[in-house]
Antibody, heavy 127, light 107 residues
Framework: QVQLQESGPGLVKPSQTLSLTCTVS??????????WGWIRQPAGKGLEWIGR???????NYSPSLMGRVTISVDTSKNQFSLKVSSVTAADTAVYYC???????????????????WGQGTTVTVSS | DIQMTQSPSSLSASVGDRVTITCRAS??????LTWYQQKPGKAPKLLIY???SLQSGVPSRFSGSGSGTDFTLTISSLQPEDFATYYC?????????FGQGTKVEIK
């Protein structure tokens, strides 16, 4: 059973870089079937999709964060990471990592959904 | 980017009620629509993918329908454990935007 666990500093100063790691257990991050992504949620607000990567090397990012966000992978540690640069108070949120998996419908076609999530980690941007 | 709009933002219902939540996409997304349930302090849980397919382990009182731009999540008989916030998300392309959420509260 695949499990995800986020880790990283809970407090980051404004203008600095937020760095988080998601450790994958029970499965290989190198599997070609899955995407691995990050989602965040400010307190009391909705979910915001940040980005994802695929074992092929392709990455997708939210345009609202483009230029500030990087998702990378360390296959030797079965981990993937998120970096958000030049943070402000608006980046304060609970950050989740998640696996996006292909799921078959009865018709035989496939659709993606985030079926495994980490528990989330709270990051506060404050001096 | 494709925008996802849910309605209502919140609703109050009683145990046993039939509940319907609507999600509208800003352009056609075929059936590339996923629904999640989130309880306070917890990560979201996948309920439905491909607009209408129930994720393994999800009770059959949950159902989804729709295609193109208009989608619906229905809970046929609301149970105490269903009080939560529900989000739609499209998987048509990137960025995979979420709706703003619908909070289902106890009446």
């Amino acid at each position: 059973q695949v499990q995800l666990q986020e880790s990283g500093p809970g407090l980051v100063k404004p203008s600095q870089t937020l760095s988080l790691t998601c450790t994958v257990s029970g499965g290989s991050i190198s599997s070609g079937s899955y995407y691995w992504g990050w989602i965040r949620q400010p307190a009391g607000k909705g979910l915001e999709w940040i980005g994802r990567f695929h074992a092929s090397g392709s990455t997708n990012y939210s345009p609202s964060l483009m230029g500030r966000v990087t998702i990378s992978v360390d296959t030797s540690k079965n981990q993937f990471s998120l970096k958000v640069s030049s943070v402000t108070a608006a980046d304060t949120a609970v950050y989740y990592c998640a696996r996006e998996a292909p799921m078959a419908r009865a018709t035989g076609d496939y659709y993606y959904g985030m079926d495994v999530w980490g528990q989330g980690t709270t990051v506060t941007v404050s001096s | 980017d494709i925008q996802m709009t849910q309605s209502p933002s919140s609703l109050s219902a009683s145990v046993g009620d039939r509940v319907t939540i609507t999600c509208r996409a800003s352009q056609s997304i075929s059936t590339y629509l996923t629904w999640y349930q989130q309880k306070p302090g917890k990560a979201p849980k996948l309920l439905i993918y491909g607009a209408s397919s129930l994720q393994s382990g999800v009770p059959s009182r949950f159902s989804g329908s729709g295609s193109g731009t208009d989608f619906t999540l229905t809970i046929s008989s609301l149970q105490p454990e269903d009080f939560a916030t529900y989000y739609c998300q499209h998987t048509y392309n990137s960025p995979r935007t979420f709706g703003q959420g619908t909070k289902v509260e106890i009446k």
